[in-house]
Each structure stands twice: as structure tokens, then as C-alpha cells.
T-cell receptor, first 117, second 116 residues
Framework: GAVVSQHPSRVICKSGTSVKIECRSL??????MFWYRQFPKQSLMLMAT?????????EQGVEKDKFLINHASLTLSTLTVTSAHPEDSSFYIC?????????????FGPGTRLTVT | AQKVTQAQTEISVVEKEDVTLDCVYE???????LFWYKQPPSGELVFLIR??????QNEISGRYSWNFQKSTSSFNFTITASQVVDSAVYFC?????????????FGTGTRLTIIP
């Protein structure tokens, strides 16, 4: 089955520093990856859609200069939280769409829990 | 714009009881997918089912069953003979069948607790 990994699974950083989260499709190619954010006891909210080789499309209200997304290859997308603040503490989840698939199914990574102190 | 509503925020039932999780959706599109995901305490989303808007047949998978009714825009999920391992947050979600625009819209989730 399609597997998506995320690294790191947990990260604690100090306020003002930047953190990079990786999302990899391990056994398939993904032209499109999605980044979601989930605050405690809340739903998943789409942050941006990442397409390989082009700029990401951000949802309304998401600061593109703060959440930098790079989709450099068909198996890797990265999300960098720049100048992180405590309010950025959240659970970040990526998903990837299989290039060969026709079912539009998204495969989710295990998530990255970010804590900004 | 799409919207998914899960009116039940939290549900608690005693083990072996049946429980139904409600999901109501809104979309102007006629072609879409509906999903259910399970999120255990570990946080990882577990895919349960995808249903095409053209297929209104109900589905059963073991103790799980789904009732899709387009007339009421509902896609309810029933767990029969619940078990403690079913305790999790369950999300209903919708995506359009539109290449390049298949982003998921999630409901707010229902926290299900099965009491031993």
C-alpha cells in the first residue's frame, strides 16, 4: 500500500527559530501534496496544496512567507515554519496523491507535533 | 464552497453497544467523494472508507457500516458491537472529483469513547 512518512515526528523549538518538516511518499510518486494543521481537539484545516515544480497554493488566511513550502521532487515536499511562535504549536499532517492513481485518494503521513517554547 | 458538519462532538457508549456517527455535508457540485477517517490517540489518520457521489449503495465492512443518502446529504457511520479499540476521533470529509482540486474538507470530528 501507499506509504507517506513525515520527519520529524515530534519537534520542540524555541520561539524565533525556524523548523523544517519533511513529507515523503515512499513507494509512489506524488505530483500533489497537501499540508494540514490540526490544533488540539480541533479538525484538520488545509494550509496549502503543493505541486511538484511549481509554487504552492495557500488557503485563505495562511501566511505564505511564514509557512514556506517546497515540492522539489515527486517524492518530497517540505514545510518550513519560519520564526516560529508559541501559537504555531500544532500537529502538522501532510498527504500525498498518487501520480498513477485515478481514485483521487490521498495518503496521509503520521503527522509532526510541533511545540514552540 | 464545501462544508461538512458533524453535530456530535463527543459520544460515550458502553462496550458492545451499537453507535452511529452522523455526518451532513453541503456542496453545489454533483460529483464528489465522501470519506470517513479514524484518528486514534497516536494522531495518525486511518482511512476507513471512500464513497463516490454516484454510488448510494450502503456498505458494510465487518462491524462497520455506512449509510449514504443524497436526499438528505448525509453519510452516517455505524459501529456494531463496539469495542474499546474503537475509541478515537472520527472525521467525515468531502472532496470534489476534479483533478487538481481534490482537497479535503473535514468535519469537526466526533470523539467516541467506548466504556469497558
Amino acid at each position: 500500500g501507499a506509504v507517506v512518512s513525515q520527519h520529524p515526528s515530534r519537534v520542540i523549538c524555541k520561539s524565533g527559530t525556524s523548523v523544517k518538516i519533511e513529507c515523503r511518499s515512499l513507494d509512489f510518486q506524488a505530483t500533489t501534496m497537501f499540508w494540514y494543521r490540526q490544533f488540539p481537539k480541533q479538525s484538520l484545516m488545509l494550509m496549502a496544496t503543493s505541486n511538484e515544480g511549481s509554487k504552492a497554493t495557500y488557503e485563505q488566511g495562511v501566511e505564505k512567507d511564514k509557512f514556506l513550502i517546497n515540492h522539489a521532487s515527486l517524492t518530497l515536499s517540505t514545510l518550513t515554519v519560519t520564526s516560529a511562535h508559541p501559537e504555531d504549536s500544532s500537529f502538522y499532517i501532510c498527504s500525498a496523491r498518487d501520480l498513477q492513481g485515478s481514485s483521487y485518494e490521498q495518503y496521509f503521513g503520521p503527522g509532526t507535533r510541533l511545540t514552540v517554547t | 464552497a464545501q462544508k461538512v458538519t458533524q453535530a456530535q462532538t463527543e459520544i460515550s457508549v458502553v462496550e458492545k453497544e451499537d453507535v452511529t456517527l452522523d455526518c451532513v455535508y453541503e456542496t453545489r457540485d454533483t460529483t464528489y467523494y465522501l470519506f470517513w477517517y479514524k484518528q486514534p490517540p497516536s494522531g495518525e489518520l486511518v482511512f476507513l472508507i471512500r464513497r463516490n457521489s454516484f454510488d448510494e449503495q450502503n456498505e458494510i465492512s465487518g462491524r462497520y457500516s455506512w449509510n449514504f443518502q443524497k436526499s438528505t446529504s448525509s453519510f452516517n457511520f455505524t459501529i456494531t458491537a463496539s469495542q474499546v479499540v474503537d475509541s478515537a476521533v472520527y472525521f467525515c470529509a468531502l472532496s470534489l472529483i476534479n483533478f487538481g482540486n481534490e482537497k479535503l474538507t473535514f468535519g469537526t470530528g466526533t470523539r467516541l469513547t467506548i466504556i469497558p
